[in-house]
């Protein structure tokens, strides 16, 4: 296959168009975010990765579209604005699947698309979005990365590669709520997440766009929203800013001094 130059987004980040052939591709990641469209990483699990980031790991963000159905800003203007998150979350690698917004569907033809990267990556955790959610690509894309998380270590499943499966899959909180298996302290990185949140200038609320439609992250006090639930969230757990996560299995406690790191009387 004859070797396209990748967009760059950054020195350490791209975003490669399905139809190109991947060069530069990292050998490994360790934790990956599947999210369908660019900005749910940001809103969602960005805490959560630059913590991982900052402890040493690596991170990366598979968005399943470009959001080209976004009510406001055009898809041009998604594109820049995730190649400005991915810098400020130093993400090792984007990659877009180049799905269409609004249509992403769990089929096989898709699933394989992303087993062949969880085969090429082989991450130490997948994370993506909760399956009960007000918008259908989200509970699509919750479907597509499980079952791809599942077969990617099933190994007759298609995909190429060796098979593996993450060791851990993490389901995010986007707008609506569920108890939360666990919540990341993330206040060390909440100062950076709302940077990568304000990258997305043409979904968030500006004074001179009131003739774009509004929608619920344009609304002028969305931010404060946002943050007022990351806050309640770390709450919790007697920490400034939290994320919520729910997994499938019991968390495990290795060390059971770790269940006592909440703040005195949180817990
Ligand atoms: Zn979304």
């Not at 439609?213 to 943050?227: A, Q, V």
Request: glycine share 8%.
């Amino acid at each position: 296959m004859p070797e396209l130059e990748p967009i760059l987004y950054s020195s350490s980040t791209y975003l490669f168009n399905h139809t190109r052939t991947v060069c530069e591709m990292p050998d490994h990641i360790d934790y990956l975010a599947v999210c369908a469209h660019p900005d749910d990483a940001e809103l969602t699990c960005a805490g959560l990765l630059m913590r991982a980031k900052d402890s040493g790991y690596s991170i990366g963000v598979v968005d399943l579209s470009r959001g080209e159905l976004g009510s406001r800003g055009s898809v041009t203007d998604r594109d820049a604005e995730a190649s400005a998150a991915a810098t400020v979350m130093a993400l090792d690698v984007r990659y877009n699947l180049e799905l269409p917004d609004g249509n992403i569907v769990c089929s096989r033809e898709n699933v394989i698309r992303l087993v062949e990267l969880i085969r090429r990556w082989r991450p130490r955790m997948l994370i993506t979005s909760y399956w009960e959610d007000h918008h259908p690509d989200h509970v699509q894309t919750s479907k597509i990365a499980t079952d791809a998380w599942w077969f990617a270590g099933v190994a007759n499943y298609p995909g190429g590669g060796i098979a593996h499966r993450p060791e851990r899959i993490l389901y995010y909180q986007g707008r609506g709520v569920f108890p939360p298996s666990c919540v990341v302290d993330i206040t060390s990185t909440w100062e950076r997440k709302k940077s990568a949140i304000a990258c997305y200038h043409s979904q968030l609320h500006r004074n001179t766009a009131e003739s774009e439609p509004k929608t619920y992250t344009s609304s002028e006090n969305f931010m404060d929203l946002w943050e007022g639930r990351h806050r309640y969230l770390g709450s919790l757990i007697g920490t400034e800013y939290g994320e919520a996560y729910h997994v499938r299995t019991p968390v495990p406690v290795f060390d059971i001094a770790s269940l006592t790191g909440g703040a005195p009387g949180v817990l």
